[in-house]
Each structure stands twice: as C-alpha cells, then as structure tokens.
T-cell receptor, first 114, second 115 residues
C-alpha cells in the first residue's frame, strides 16, 4: 500500500540550528513522485519540491536541501541555519502514476525559537 | 501567492445545512483538486476535475459533490453537514495532463466550522 511516514510529530530548535525532517515512503511502483509542502501558521500549503523516482540527485535550494535515497525509501529535508520564519508544518507526499491520488504524511511541526 | 484563489476564507454554519466552496485555478491550469484537512484524518484527497470532467475520486462522501465549469473554476458542494465535516478545505490546481504526479499548487483554503 502507498504510505508516507513522518515519524517526527514535532521538532523544536533554536534559530541558526540545522534541522532534518524525515520522510519514509512505501510503494511497489518503480515510477513515483515525492513532494514536500510547507504549511505556515497562516494555513496555506506552499509547494517546495517535486522529485521523481529516477532522479536520486540531492537537491539544494538556498538553505533547503533534500536527500533522496531509494535504498532506504527516504526523502529527507534539511534546513540549514534555521530561522523563525521556517516555523511551520511540513508535509511529505507521494504520488504514483498508477494511482489517482497524492498521499500526504501526517506532517512535522517545526518550531524555530529566536 | 500560488495563484489559486478560494472563497470564502471562513464559513460557519449549522448541522444539516448545505454550503458551496469556490475555487479558481491558476491561469492556464486545467486540473482542479479538492482536499480536506482535519485534525484526525490529516490531508485527504477528495476529488479531481480535468477540463470540466471528473478525473479521479478519493475519500469523498456521498453528501459531497463537485463540478468544474467551462471557465475552469470549480465548486465543492457539501450537504447535510455534520459536526465532523468541520475542516480546512483546500483546492489545488496543476498545469500538466492531470495526473496525480503533477505538481499541485494549493489555494489558501476555506475553513469550515459546523456548529
């Protein structure tokens, strides 16, 4: 069954610390896509990244980086030098070509304290 | 700002009532998706429309229905409302062929409170 697990329910860090949010997925398909979304306190869902199963290169965008490892079915998200504005709930999601839906993990609430 | 708009932002109503949530996709996007976010169920896919046609159905109750109009805006109709329907309802849109693997851009959501 298609499933996304974000084991960390809540994480609290102090500003400037690095933090990694874990995402583990389950799928039997060879073709699938993984996503990360950010939900700040204002409530909207902000798209961060989309990665297909054939591209295992790590991605870096400013302070954000993503580590995709098919061997461990993980797609982890690291924020370097965290800032208070990074405080949000972060969702990992999985989508397969053979299915009609995108499945979200339960989310990780990140609090960055000044 | 994702370019997806949703109205109203907040909605408070009573059990048994019917409400309509409205969504306008990003300019050029043909696909519209509806999601429900609740504390106990998390983010759940409800239904997808592509260029006016229903494309996929998820965990949508029979009391709920949706449609997409020729101008591509979409409406989600919720009827015979129950307390458990209180949630944040999101609309998303995508620009590719309407597959669930497309990047979906989300609107700000409509918070529904059923009293």
């Amino acid at each position: 069954a298609q499933k996304v697990t974000q084991a960390q329910t809540e994480i609290s860090v102090v500003e400037k610390e690095d933090v990694t949010l874990d995402c583990v997925y389950e799928t039997r398909d060879t073709t699938y896509y993984l996503f990360w979304y950010k939900q700040p306190p204002s409530g909207e869902l902000v798209f961060l990244i989309r990665r297909n199963s054939f591209d295992e290169q790590n991605e870096i965008s400013g302070r954000y980086s993503w580590n995709f490892q098919k061997s461990t079915s993980s797609f982890n998200f690291t924020i370097t030098a965290s800032q208070v504005v990074d405080s949000a709930v972060y969702f990992c999601a999985l989508s397969e070509g053979a299915r009609d839906d995108m499945r979200f993990g339960a989310g990780t609430r990140l609090t960055v304290k000044p | 700002d994702s370019g997806v708009t949703q109205t109203p932002k907040h909605l408070i109503t009573a059990t048994g009532q019917r409400v309509t949530l409205r969504c306008s996709p990003r300019s050029g996007d043909l696909s519209v998706y509806w999601y429900q976010q609740s504390l106990d169920q998390g983010l759940q896919f409800l239904i997808q429309y592509y260029n006016g046609e229903e494309r996929a159905k998820g965990n949508i109750l029979e009391r709920f229905s949706a449609q997409q109009f020729p101008d591509l805006h979409s409406e989600l109709n919720l009827s015979s409302l129950e307390l458990g329907d209180s949630a944040l309802y999101f609309c998303a849109s995508s620009s590719l062929a309407g597959a669930s693997t497309d990047t979906q851009y989300f609107g700000p959501g409509t918070r529904l409170t059923v009293l």
